[in-house]
């Protein structure tokens, strides 16, 4: 299961941090993700964290947003500042686990946060 928290409101200029922590039987997280999908757009990966720490990014949020996880708490993080109202979206988290040993990775998601960037 995967719970998302920290959406709301911002202003423009302003900053968010989301939070999506993993939890039920998890033997193993390897890519952590934050996608999102804005009103009658397709949903668009954000940022993602492997394993290993090495992220990327959507150009659009290069520079403003951070992605970060902590792995003793299965939990992924999603630090956004400098908020524009083109980020307005709904934001899912999304990870590639798999619940034991001798079961294939699959792609999890979260239920989603609403952000909302506005004056």
């Known amino acids: 299961q995967l719970q998302a928290s920290g959406g709301g409101l911002a202003q423009p200029g302003g900053s968010l941090r989301l939070s999506c922590a993993a939890s039920g039987s998890i033997f193993s997280i390897n890519t952590m993700s934050w996608y999102r999908q804005a009103p009658g757009e397709q949903r668009e990966l954000v940022a993602s964290i492997t394993s290993g720490g090495s992220t990327d990014y959507a150009e659009s949020v290069k520079g403003r947003f951070t992605i970060s996880r902590d792995n003793a708490k299965n939990t992924v993080y999603l630090q956004m500042n400098g908020l524009s109202p083109e980020d307005t979206a709904v934001y899912y988290c999304?990870?590639?686990?798999?619940?034991?040993?001798?079961?294939?990775?699959?792609?999890?998601w979260g239920q989603g946060t609403q952000v909302t960037v506005s004056s």
């Open positions: 999304s990870v590639f686990a798999r619940v034991n040993w001798w079961v294939p990775y699959s792609t999890y």
